[in-house]
Each structure stands twice: as C-alpha cells, then as structure tokens.
Nanobody, 116 residues
Framework: QVQLVETGGGLVQAGGSLRLSCAAS????????MAWYRQAPGKEREFVAA?????TYADSVRGRFTISRDNARNTVYLQMNSLKPEDTAIYYC????????????WGQGTQVTVSS
C-alpha cells in the first residue's frame, strides 16, 4: 500500500522560508513522477512543481520554490523561499506511478500559512 506523508508546514512571516518533505512508503519512487500541488481556501487545487527527468514549476513560484528528491530516502522536498501571503494553502504531495503513469497517489496535505 502506497502512502505519502507530508511534513514541514507551519506559520511563517512573508519573506520567510519553509521546507516541506514528502516521505513515500510502499514503493520506490525513483522512477515515479513526483509533484507538489496546493489548495487555498475557496480555490481549486493547483500545480506547484514536479520532478522526474526534469523539474517544472508554476509561473507563480518559479525562482522562489525548488523541488528536489532523495531517492535513497524515498523522499521529495519543496524548498520555499521568499514566501508571500498568497502562498497560503494546504500543500499536497502527488505520486504518478511508473511505468504507465496512469495511477495517482496523494498525501494528506500540510498547511502552510504566510502572514503579512
């Protein structure tokens, strides 16, 4: 059974930094497409960043956020710098399973709140 557990959320002032972690169990993620999404109150869930053979970012976070992965630890990270109040959301880790990339797993989410 695949499980994703996000940690590292919290309350931070604007301009600050946080690092989120997503620890996977139940499969090895080295070939999987891993991503972070977020959902703000009253809004739909939106893409933030993804990592596979390359990394991709939403325009709103490019240059401020960095996604990385430690396949030995089966963990994906999201380093968030220069945080803004509009980054406030629940952040979710998503796994898109290789080799067919048709099966998706989600974590339970971690709250990030940025105060102005």
């Amino acid at each position: 059974q695949v499980q994703l557990v996000e940690t590292g959320g919290g309350l931070v002032q604007a301009g600050g930094s946080l690092r989120l972690s997503c620890a996977a169990s139940g499969r090895t993620i080295s070939s999987d497409n891993m991503a972070w999404y977020r959902q703000a109150p009253g809004k739909e869930r939106e893409f933030v960043a993804a990592s596979m053979w390359t990394t991709t970012y939403a325009d709103s976070v490019r240059g401020r956020f960095t996604i990385s992965r430690d396949n030995a630890r089966n963990t994906v990270y999201l380093q968030m710098n220069s945080l803004k109040p509009e980054d406030t959301a629940i952040y979710y880790c998503r796994l898109l399973a290789a080799p067919l990339f048709t099966r998706t797993y989600w974590g339970q989410g971690t709250q990030v709140t940025v105060s102005s």
